[in-house]
C-alpha cells in the first residue's frame, strides 16, 4: 500500500507531462517563439489558486483577472510564502477553462516550468508571461469564449514528503490522477 502511495506522488509531474503533450485536461500551449498576430477583440483571463493540503504555503494570484486582446502578450504574478519552518520544494500542476480554450491559451514563461523551493518563512512573487491566440475566433466550437480562468495546485514535490506522509495518503485522493493518466496511455 506505501509503494503505491509513494508512486501517485509521482504522477503528478507524470500527468502534468502527459496534458502538456495531449492538451488532456485543459492544459494550454507552450510558446515556441513565433510571430503571432494581433487582433481587436478582448478576452478575460482569471486567475485561481489551490494548495494541496500537504504544502504548507499560502498561494495566490495578484490580481484577480486582466483583460487584453487576442494575441497580445499578458503578465499575471502569484505570490506564495511557505508558512513552515522548514525548506519546501513545491511543483505546479496547470489547466485552463473552458477547455475548447485551452488549445489557444499560450505560455511564454512561467513559474510552473520548474520546481520552487521556499526557504521557512519566504515569500515570493512567480509571474507568468502569455498570450491567447487569435486562432480561437476562427474555431467554430470555441469563438464564443469571453472569458477564461488559468488555474494552477501546488503540490509538495515526491523527494521533499517524508515516509510517513505518503502512509497516511488514501488511494480515493490519487485515483483521479491514476485514471486520467492510465487514459492518457492508453490503458484502463
Do not use: H
Not at 141 to 150: G, N, R
Amino acid at each position: 500500500m506505501g509503494c503505491m502511495v509513494g508512486l501517485s506522488f509521482a504522477f503528478v509531474p507524470l500527468y502534468t507531462l502527459i496534458c502538456q503533450v495531449t492538451g488532456l485536461g485543459g492544459t494550454p500551449q507552450i510558446s515556441n517563439g513565433e510571430e503571432r498576430t494581433l487582433s481587436t477583440e478582448e478576452i478575460t483571463v482569471r486567475f485561481d489558486a489551490n494548495v494541496d493540503r500537504r504544502l504548507a504555503w499560502s498561494f495566490e494570484p495578484v490580481e484577480k483577472s486582466i483583460t487584453l486582446t487576442l494575441g497580445e502578450t499578458g503578465i499575471a504574478s502569484y505570490t506564495a510564502t511557505n508558512e513552515s519552518g522548514e525548506p519546501i520544494t513545491g511543483i505546479s500542476t496547470f489547466n485552463v477553462t473552458p477547455l475548447k480554450a485551452a488549445q489557444y491559451f499560450t505560455k511564454i514563461e512561467c513559474f510552473c516550468f520548474t520546481e520552487q523551493t521556499l526557504e521557512p518563512g519566504q515569500t515570493v512573487d512567480m509571474p507568468v508571461t502569455f498570450y491567447v491566440d487569435p486562432a480561437l475566433l476562427e474555431d467554430e466550437l470555441a469563438q464564443e469564449v469571453k472569458t477564461i480562468t488559468l488555474s494552477y495546485t501546488f503540490y509538495r514535490t515526491l523527494d521533499d514528503v517524508e515516509d510517513d506522509e505518503t502512509d497516511t495518503i488514501s488511494t480515493r485522493e490519487t485515483k483521479p490522477i491514476l485514471t486520467v493518466a492510465a487514459a492518457a496511455l492508453g490503458g484502463s
